[in-house]
Nanobody
Framework: VQLQASGGGLVQAGGSLRLSCAAS????????MGWFRQAPGKERETVAV????????YYADSVKGRFTVSSDNAKNMVYLQMNSLKGEDTAVYYC?????????????????????WGQGTLVTVSS
């Protein structure tokens, strides 16, 4: 599975960005997809996760109400709409995938459980 993230850039606090992740090489649609981020000097953290069907989602508390994860399986795309951006959202954002049927409370959310990673896209929020 190959993942290509794009859409990062420089934005002012309060602004919006939409990240995209193009997936290729998947042999089935049953993949949980996630967005993660890593700021300088900090550990990688989960931002948002979406189940293979799109019916289950997970958000970190820090982004709830501001970020929205979505997917388009027909296009093999996953998106992260980020609104009301804050300085603390500055990080390299990664999309990742893991083969999984899980949904609801069983949805995989920990970064170490994801097997496939994209190259990352930098989001910088200026205050």
């Amino acid at each position: 599975v190959q993942l290509q993230a794009s859409g990062g850039g420089l934005v002012q606090a309060g602004g919006s960005l939409r990240l995209s992740c193009a997936a290729s090489g998947r042999t089935s649609p049953y993949y949980t997809m996630g967005w993660f981020r890593q700021a300088p000097g900090k550990e990688r953290e989960t931002v948002a996760v979406i189940s293979w069907s799109g019916g289950s989602t997970y958000y970190a508390d820090s982004v709830k109400g501001r970020f929205t994860v979505s997917s388009d399986n027909a296009k093999n795309m996953v998106y992260l709409q980020m609104n009301s951006l804050k300085g603390e959202d500055t990080a390299v954002y990664y999309c990742a995938a893991v083969a999984s049927w899980a949904s609801g409370s069983q949805l995989l959310t920990e970064h170490y459980k994801f097997d496939y990673w994209g190259q990352g896209t930098l989001v910088t929020v200026s205050s």
